[in-house]
């Protein structure tokens, strides 16, 4: 028994140590990645980013909520910050006993320069569904291969489809795959986990790429109405 119990202790040893090490060797890639572009890099914790992009409410969730491993400065024509996120969620046992969970997942938020309307977008899922056997159906597309795969929501049906015309589409469905979130100005794109500078810049890219393919006379619009 203290045979098995000197393992198991070796054992969370060893998952501690090459955890950490491994989140040095990310901070140090972040940081790399960030000089070589000419970025701000700052592996502090910030808590004022629920308030400073309190538009998405995926940034709302929990309590002890806070970034880190923060990049921020200019990808391609737009301003945009990259980040990790974490907040905890509580629940209660069978026997009473407070439970706290801990989420992380990483983030890219672009500021496009000019008002957004509402639109949320993401890989959709079996419990998507069954939502739609249910009457709970989000916007669907004349290109069938990207209504499967994607759940679209918004409460301005024009402006779902004047962003996901046909070229935006097939786009997306040739990237890959992230949630977004479009709300004022700004765009969130996320992933569950903590993402690799790789995987970052192909956020940053789906964004950005997204946004490009915005028809100019739907951006003309947005910014005669504001």
Known sequence: ME?????????FLFVGYFGHRQAVKRRQELSHWAKTLGLVFCADK???FDDRFSEFSH???G???YAYNIIEGRYNKYSFSAFDYHYE?????????????HHYFSA??????????????RNETIFDKVGEFFGFD????ELAEFSREFMVKSPDRRWAFDVLHQESMEFLLA?????????????????????SVAELEQGLDVVTGLIDRLPDSVVRELKEAH
Do not use: C, W
């Not at 992230?178 to 903590?194: E, H, I, K």
């Open 89 to 101: 969620t509580h629940s209660t046992d069978s026997k009473g006993r407070r439970e706290t969970h």
């Open 59 to 61: 940034l709302q969730q």
């Open 46 to 48: 910030d808590r004022s």
């Open 3 to 11: 045979f098995v119990i000197v393992i198991f202790i070796v054992l």
């Open 175 to 195: 990237s890959p795959r992230f949630t977004l979130d479009m709300q004022n100005r700004r765009v969130l794109a996320y992933r569950s986990g903590t993402l």
């Open 63 to 65: 309590s002890n909520r």
């Open 138 to 141: 989000d916007i669907d597309f």
């Open 108 to 121: 890219v938020v672009v500021d496009t320069g000019f008002p957004l309307k509402p639109l949320f977008i």
